[in-house]
C-alpha cells in the first residue's frame, strides 16, 4: 500500500512540476530588423540557443520564432498587441513607448543593451557635402520618419547646425525605407532619394560606390559608445514567464559571447540566416571596424531622452533613464 501511495504521489508531483512549467508561454516571438545589428539573433536562431536555455530551465520544449520588421515604429504596435514577445528598439523608440505605456499593466521596459554600432548619413549627390546642402526635392531616406534613432539624430545634427528651434528644419526631407530598398535606391539609377541615414552592413555597401560620400556620423554628435539598440519586453510578459524571460537573456549572453570569440563564424551564419549575398570576407572586414561592439551594456540614452524633451517630442520623460530598464538590463551581464 505505502508503494502505491508513493508512486501516487510521484505522479501527483510530477503533474503539478508539469503544470507549473506549462503555466509559461511555449513559444517565444522575438522581432529583429535588417541589418548586422541584429546578429545575436540570427546566431541565437541558428544555434536554437533560447531553446537550449528554455529547456535546462525546465520549461521543455520551447519554439523560438524571429521575425522580420522594417523599423521599430511598428515592431512597437506588434509588442503592443501581444503579436511578439522581444523586440529590438533604437533609443527613441524604447523612450517612445516606455512613456507611452508607463504605468499601465503592459509597461515596456529595456531588458538588456544589444550593440554599440556607428550610423552614416551617406548622401550621392556631388552637391551635398553637409546638412546644410540639402534643398527642397532632396529626400533622405531612414527606416522611419520622425520616430527611428536616424530621424532624431537629423534632428539633432539640425539643432546644431541652425539653432534649437529649427531642429525639425530637414524633417520634410526625410522618407521611410528598409535598408536593403534604400542601399538598393542609393546604388541605383535616378531617384529624387540623394542620400541614405543607414546602419551597418548597408552603409558600409554603399560607400564601396565612389560616387557615395559620407555628410556625417553618429560619432559626431555624441561623445560616448552609443547604443544603436536595446531590446525591449512588457513587464507583464516578464512577471508571466520569469523563466523564460531569464532563458533568452542567457540565450541573448551566449550569443554575444558566441561572436566575440569567432565573428568569421558569425558572420557565416548571418549570411546564412538572412539569405544575404554579401561575399564572406567583406562581411568580417567589417565586423573588425572597432566601432562596432556587440555587447548587452548601454550607453547614450540619456542624450536622446533630454533632446526628446527639450523638442517636446517626449511629452511623459522619465525623472531618470534608468527608470525605463529592467534593474537587470542594466548590469550588461
Request: glycine residues 4%.
Amino acid at each position: 500500500m505505502l508503494r502505491i501511495f508513493t508512486f501516487v504521489l510521484a505522479l501527483s508531483c510530477a503533474a503539478i512540476q508539469a503544470d507549473h512549467a506549462r503555466a509559461e508561454a511555449n513559444t517565444i516571438r522575438v522581432a529583429k530588423q535588417f541589418g548586422i545589428a541584429y546578429m545575436q539573433f540570427m546566431v541565437m536562431e541558428d544555434q536554437k540557443m533560447i531553446e537550449k536555455h528554455a529547456k535546462a530551465a525546465g520549461l521543455g520544449d520551447v519554439k523560438a520564432e524571429f521575425n522580420q520588421f522594417r523599423s521599430s515604429d511598428v515592431m512597437n504596435d506588434a509588442l503592443l498587441s501581444a503579436s511578439v514577445d522581444f523586440v529590438c528598439l533604437g533609443i527613441p523608440g524604447i523612450i517612445t513607448i516606455w512613456s507611452k505605456t508607463k504605468g499601465t499593466p503592459i509597461e515596456v521596459r529595456a531588458a538588456s543593451g544589444l550593440n554599440v554600432s556607428p550610423l552614416i548619413l551617406l548622401s550621392r549627390d556631388p552637391a551635398i557635402k553637409s546638412i546644410k546642402d540639402f534643398k527642397d526635392g532632396h529626400k533622405i531616406a531612414m527606416p522611419a520618419v520622425k520616430v527611428s534613432m536616424q530621424a532624431i539624430m537629423l534632428q539633432m545634427a539640425a539643432a546644431k547646425e541652425f539653432g534649437a528651434d529649427k531642429f525639425n528644419s530637414l524633417d520634410h526631407l526625410t522618407v521611410s525605407m528598409a535598408h536593403p530598398d534604400a542601399t538598393a535606391t542609393m546604388l541605383g539609377g535616378q531617384s529624387e532619394v540623394v542620400a541614405n541615414w543607414s546602419s551597418a552592413p548597408f552603409q558600409y555597401r554603399q560607400m564601396k560606390n565612389p560616387n557615395i560620400k559620407k555628410i556625417m556620423t553618429s560619432t559626431d554628435l555624441f561623445t560616448e559608445p552609443l547604443s544603436f539598440n536595446v531590446i525591449a519586453t512588457t513587464s507583464k510578459f516578464r512577471s508571466e514567464n520569469p523563466k523564460l524571460y531569464a532563458a533568452f537573456r542567457a540565450a541573448l549572453k551566449e550569443a554575444t559571447d558566441f561572436i566575440n570569440a569567432d565573428k568569421k563564424r558569425a558572420a557565416q551564419i548571418y549570411l546564412n540566416v538572412t539569405k544575404d549575398k554579401m561575399p564572406l570576407d567583406e562581411l568580417v572586414e567589417i565586423l573588425g571596424d572597432p566601432a562596432i561592439q556587440y555587447t548587452t551594456k548601454v550607453g547614450g540614452i540619456n542624450a536622446f531622452v533630454s533632446f526628446m524633451a527639450k523638442t517636446g517630442t517626449l511629452k511623459n520623460p522619465p525623472a531618470d533613464w534608468k527608470d525605463m530598464f529592467f534593474a537587470e538590463s542594466l548590469s550588461g551581464s
